[in-house]
């Protein structure tokens, strides 16, 4: 079983491009599509206290977010979490979990702050944007 796992929505670039980064630096995550498998409550409350809170958590472009009032300031992680485990479309993706850490890793190139192994060559954004040259170091 792989010691990184990453909350992944296909669909979503983002996701895309840290899923390939993991997979540049020779790992192949546990990959979980929070939208057909949510993580229950506890797990999201693990993934709140090393992120900073619930807050990061969340996907405020979502439109739920303003429906449901999760842009009330005052909201505690409690409320929040109930609201991630009732909605998994307000998870703000992609989560990832290494032996280093966890990120929500937006850009997708925050995950490199988290592998255990470099990267292992070039790699290129779906847009052809060069995020990582042929020698493994991340670009600027």
């Not at 993934?47 to 977010?65: D, I, V």
Request: glycine share 8%; charged share 25%; aromatic share 2%.
């Amino acid at each position: 079983m792989s010691d990184i796992t990453i909350y992944h929505n296909p669909r979503c670039g983002s996701s895309r491009t840290a899923l390939g980064l993991i997979r540049n630096s020779g790992a192949e995550p546990r990959i979980v599509d929070y939208l057909k498998t949510p993580p229950d409550r506890a797990t999201l409350a693990a993934l709140a206290q090393e992120t900073g809170g619930a807050r990061p958590l969340l996907r405020s472009k979502e439109a739920l977010y303003t429906e449901l009032g999760l842009d009330n300031p005052a909201l505690g992680d409690d409320a929040l979490l109930d609201a991630l485990a009732a909605h998994p479309a307000l998870l703000n993706r992609p989560v990832v979990s290494t032996p280093l850490g966890i990120r929500v890793c937006r850009p997708a190139e925050t995950v490199l702050e988290i592998l255990p192994s470099p990267q292992q060559g070039e790699y290129r954004k779906e847009n052809g944007e060069l995020l990582v040259d042929a020698s493994g170091r991340r670009v600027a």
